[in-house]
Every structure is written in C-alpha cells, then in structure tokens.
C-alpha cells in the first residue's frame, strides 16, 4: 500500500507475534527454490528462471528482514534497507512479469500445436524482450518509484525494511496502474490458452511429448495471477477512495522530497492496531511469495529430473562427508602419534 503509517500512533495492545513462523516457512521458500533454480536453467525457459529467482529473493529478503528486526525496529543496516525496500518494489512486478513470459510462451506452444513449429529454436528477438521483461522492466520501476517517494524507508517491527510512496496523483500513471496492466495481459494470454487446448484436444499428447511441464506451468500461473490480478486492482481502488491517506496532488520535487534522508520506526503494537485491511494486506505481501515458493516446488520439485538432481547432489554430499571423515580421523591418528613420540622422547 501507499499509505505510511504515522509513528506517533500509540495504543497498548497485547499482540500475539507469528514472526518466528514466517521466518521458517520464509527460509524453507528460499532453499526449496533454490534447490529447483539449476533444472530450469538447464531448461532455457527465460520465464520460468526469472519467476523462481524473484520468488526467492523475496522470499530471502522476507526472511532476513524477519530475523533482523525481531522485537525491535533499530535502523541497524540503512544501506540493506535502501536495497530491501527497493527489491520490495521491483520484487513484485518481476514476479507478474514473469507470468507473463510464461503465459505468452503457453500461448505461442498451444498455438503451434498442429504445426512442425514446435521444434524451432526461439528467434533471438525474443530471447531478449524477455530478458528486458524480467529484468529490465523491475530495474526501471525501482528508479521510477524514487519520483513519489517521501521517506528513506520504514521500519516495521518483525516486517522489516519497507518503501514509503506518497499517495499522489502521479503515482498511479507512473507506479499503481502497472501491475494491474501485467496481470490483465496474463489473464488475456491464459484464458486464450485454454480456449485454444479445449479447441484442440487432438494435439494434447504432441504437446506433451514437447513440454513436459505445460500442465504445471500452465497451473502455476493462474494460481498467482489469481492473487495478483485482483490484488492488484483492490490496491488501485484502495488507495483512490481511502479516507486515512486521501489523494494529493503533485506538490513539486522539493516539496515532495523534502524528509527523504528521514526514517520511520512503527513497533508491532503500532502498525496491528490500525485498520484491520491494512494489516491485511502487509502480512498478505510478505505471506504471499513463501506461498509462490511452497506451490512451485509442488508442481516441479516432485518430476523426474528433479529426483535424479536431488540424487546426485546427496551423492556428492555423502562422498564429500566421508573424504571429510577420513581426513579427519587420519588427522586425529597423526596428532596421536606425534603426541606419543614426543612423550616417549621426553620420558
């Protein structure tokens, strides 16, 4: 959300904490992903790549923010939260743009399903509007976003580092309207995709024999344009209508900027007693990505190549751990040798 929650605010409250359970389900999101990210590199699906890793480094940043601001809201590291607010930012229209390369490729697959295209190699055009599209696009809304910022960052007690974006009028051509833009491409793409394999159930097992991992893909994505599409345009119509933090118009760069070297420090106590939807919803966009994480590890962590991957990485480990072991003990057999020879030289 835009609005930023005034530190002054103060009711004592009693407030159960479930920091500790993000913190975990957080950690777990990040290692699952990571544990998928080299079988889609290996894969060559720009989309699918670009989705895990902004999956995970949410999921990662979620979970150092948890830790490090546990019980207090100290601006212990101000650079990590310059970085963590902005990967905030960038975070959350990567994952939607991710979407949308993997719907726009289900799209292409579907629609070539009757034709020798389906072996063709990707033109290099496409190749790189993807990568513009998961990663440059992100980059380029993190710089924007600097145009309606008025504060350095927030701290949220157990939250941790967020961005603190004034309600004005430029920000919804510049910042809120993108999202919801994305998501309505991903519904569009996904809902013709269906179209056409209800159309076409002939050529379901040559496009399964060509992709393996349609169906999963396929279901991931409308799973998380489920949460985006509406999220996103609740956000739209929340924060025009919103009566806490009303609409301004542009008051000027100098104006606007003036308190961006501030920071502001709210306590959990602070931040749970406001209105119930805005609590809502900051829980929902940190709980929301360990979520993605959690489901995209049910969909690919499970195939086959994924359980000949996690055989060779136990391979490696065991042999490691017991090369380690030997070294250890022949280390610990010499230490004793040498200690026995020193004494008996000294006796």
């Known amino acids: 959300m835009a609005s930023v929650i005034d530190s002054s605010f103060t009711i004592s409250k009693s407030v159960v904490s479930t920091n500790h359970v993000f913190s975990a389900f957080a950690l777990i999101g990040f290692v699952l992903l990571s ?37 207090n809201v100290t601006d212990w590291a101000p650079v990590w939260c310059d970085i963590s ?32 295209q389906l072996s063709q190699v990707r033109p290099w055009r496409a190749i790189v509007c993807d990568f513009l599209l998961v ?15 008025v504060l350095r960052f927030v701290i949220y007690e157990e939250i941790g580092c967020y961005f603190a974006l004034d309600n004005t009028q430029p920000s919804y051509p510049l910042r809120l309207i993108w999202p919801f833009l994305v998501s309505l491409n991903v519904v569009v793409y996904l809902g013709v995709t269906i179209r056409t ?30 949460c985006t599409f509406p999220y996103s345009l609740w956000v739209i119509v929340a924060d025009a209508t919103g009566t806490g933090n009303p609409v301004s118009p542009w008051s000027g760069w100098d104006n606007l900027h003036g308190d961006i ?25 940190r709980w929301v990505h360990v979520m993605y994480a959690i489901m995209a590890f049910s969909f690919f962590g499970f195939t086959t190549e994924a359980k000949k991957s996690y055989r060779a990485v136990l391979g490696f480990l065991t042999s ?8 250890i003990g022949r280390s610990k057999e010499c230490v004793s040798r040498f200690s026995f020879s020193c004494q008996f030289h000294w006796s």
């Open 320 to 327: 490691s751990f017991g090369t380690l072991a030997i070294y």
């Open 135 to 149: 990663i440059g696009v992100p980059t380029l809304f993190m710089v924007i976003s600097y145009i309606v910022q």
């Open 85 to 116: 607010s902005r990967l905030v930012i960038g975070g959350r229209i990567g994952v939607q743009l991710a979407c949308l390369c993997i719907a726009r490729h289900l799209y292409l697959v579907t629609r070539n399903i009757n034709t020798s």
């Open 197 to 226: 394999l209800i159309q076409r159930r002939a050529g379901f097992t040559k496009l399964i024999q060509h992709d393996e991992h349609f169906f999963q893909l396929l279901t991931l994505a409308v799973v998380i344009v489920t």
């Open 35 to 71: 544990v998928l990210l080299p079988l889609h590199i290996k894969a060559r699906n720009i989309g699918t790549c670009a989705l895990v890793i902004w999956i995970g480094l949410l999921c990662l940043n979620g979970f150092v923010n948890s830790i490090v601001w546990n019980h």
């Open 261 to 285: 070297p501030h920071v502001v420090k709210v306590p959990a106590v602070e931040w749970q007693a406001t209105i119930p939807v805005q609590v809502a919803a900051l829980q929902f966009e």
